[in-house]
């Protein structure tokens, strides 16, 4: 899920009453876990006000929770084709094409996030999953050692997924 940070981004110069009105009632809905009704006051917010644009991100985030996929890829694709340098909107698009079972596509959008934030954890982690699904292990295990090392909270993780098992030499 994104973060509260992403949550909270206001676009500069964003002052107009009715705007704020209607992202507050968006964010009230997603935190009541009411995503199917946030998604839609997201979007009629954005409609209105192009300047809340960025919240696109945070739809994908709630299509993705939703399981809904292609929903998530195709808002996470848009984002890309318009902020090429958006990291986590590249690691969204990686995570749900790979859940797609378009791993070709998940790789390409994983590997870009990587390149454009090298010290997060996230794309590193299911890079490692879409290689092992390959059977590429050379890069899985070094996706999955250059994850840990950024973040320890996935080892749980590593264990639950059996990735251990398979690449002992990633363990921390």
């Given amino acids: 899920m994104c973060s509260s940070e992403d949550s909270r981004?206001?676009?500069?110069?964003?002052?107009?009453?009715d705007a704020?009105?209607?992202?507050?009632?968006?964010?009230?809905?997603?935190?009541?876990?009411?995503?199917?009704?946030?998604?839609?006051?997201?979007?009629?917010?954005?409609g209105v006000h192009p300047s809340l644009a960025p919240y696109r991100f945070v739809i994908g985030e709630l299509c993705f929770e939703l399981q809904r996929y292609a929903d998530a890829a195709n808002l996470?694709?848009?984002?890309?084709?318009?902020?090429?340098?958006?990291?986590?909107?590249w690691g969204g698009l990686g995570r749900a094409a790979h859940l797609l079972g378009q791993d070709g596509h998940a790789i390409a959008a994983l590997e870009q996030a990587i390149a454009l934030a090298p010290d997060w954890a996230e794309p590193l982690?299911?890079?490692?999953?879409?290689?092992?699904?390959?059977?590429?292990?050379?890069?899985?295990?070094?996706?999955?050692?250059?994850?840990?090392?950024?973040?320890?909270?996935?080892?749980?993780?590593a264990e639950e997924e059996g990735l251990f098992d398979r690449y002992p030499g990633a363990r921390p």
């Fill in 76 to 89: 996470f694709a848009d984002i890309v084709k318009i902020e090429p340098q958006h990291a986590q909107a």
């Fill in 125 to 157: 982690y299911e890079a490692a999953l879409v290689y092992a699904d390959r059977g590429d292990h050379a890069l899985a295990e070094d996706r999955l050692r250059r994850a840990l090392r950024r973040d320890a909270s996935l080892i749980a993780s």
């Fill in 9 to 17: 981004y206001v676009p500069f110069g964003m002052w107009d009453p």
């Fill in 20 to 46: 704020a009105a209607r992202l507050a009632r968006a964010e009230r809905l997603r935190n009541e876990g009411r995503y199917e009704d946030a998604i839609d006051a997201y979007r009629e917010a954005i």
